[in-house]
């Protein structure tokens, strides 16, 4: 699955083509090694990419909607699921047209719920966005997508959202049943956070009194937030 990669602050977009390619039928390869190039040459004979955004519909947005047509897995067990891919494709398409945050903001606003986890997937790949594209994380974890709430609690959230946000959108996680592995950086944020100890023991003794099952997750979150934070010593 490619979707590790995408989320990990670690993953240089090169290595992320490698993953995706090595993962493509021959026609998606191509398809790939197409759109990116003309995607690389919009972005070189035009400006910025919000303000191509208000000209015609650039070629690279075409092949962003259509991704998930060419996107197919290679036969055999290492292809990876087609979705995986086709985030993939999107998240290096927009990484190479240098897509701004009023490209983002609009692709999500008008994307179909797929087009929209690329984005806030592409979003740690996506250089000078600062603080810009946090409505687009605060959107998705208001919805019970869970697909948008994984995406939205990668390495963007870790570095944007603030400690309370962050709080909720692990309790979100919880909720929907997003794993919490999905969440970027939950052992260094989650460490002596005793307001999310306050706040996962609250839903615990809600989930026990309804007579419902605590999820193991929480109780990993909960062991998290004992440890002691790191000192300078340390």
């Known amino acids: 699955m490619l979707t590790d990669p995408i989320h990990s602050a670690t993953t240089t977009t090169p290595a992320l083509q490698a993953a995706l390619e090595a993962r493509l039928g021959g026609a998606g390869r ?10 690389e040459a919009e972005a070189a004979s035009a400006g910025p990419a919000g303000d191509r955004a208000q000209r015609s519909l ?31 494709a999107r998240v290096l ?26 984005v806030l997937l592409a979003l740690p790949h996506l250089g000078g966005l600062g603080s810009d594209a946090l409505p687009l994380v605060e959107d998705a974890l208001r919805t019970n997508d869970t697909r948008l709430v994984a995406a939205a609690v990668g390495h963007y959230a870790f570095e ?27 052992a260094l944020r989650a460490q002596a956070d005793s307001e999310l100890a306050r706040m ?33 010593e340390s």
């Not at 990484?95 to 983002?104: E, I, K």
């Not at 944007?160 to 950086?185: E, I, M, N, S």
């Open 30 to 39: 191509a398809w790939l090694h197409e759109a990116l190039a003309e995607a």
């Open 160 to 186: 944007h959202l603030d400690q309370h946000a962050w709080r909720h959108a692990v309790l979100k996680c919880l909720f929907t049943g997003v794993p919490v592995t999905a969440v970027d950086g939950l």
């Open 58 to 88: 650039p070629t690279w947005e075409i092949r962003f909607a259509e991704a998930g047509r060419h996107c197919r897995p290679a036969p055999g067990p290492d292809g990876g699921a087609a979705p995986d891919l086709t985030d993939a």
């Open 93 to 118: 398409l927009l990484h190479a047209v240098g897509a701004d945050h009023t490209v983002t903001d609009r692709l999500y606003a008008h994307g179909t719920a797929a087009e929209r986890r690329a």
């Open 200 to 232: 996962l023991r609250d839903y615990a003794a809600e989930r026990t009194a309804a007579g419902r099952p605590v999820p193991d997750d929480l109780h990993r979150v909960l062991s998290l937030t004992a440890m002691a934070a790191p000192t300078e």
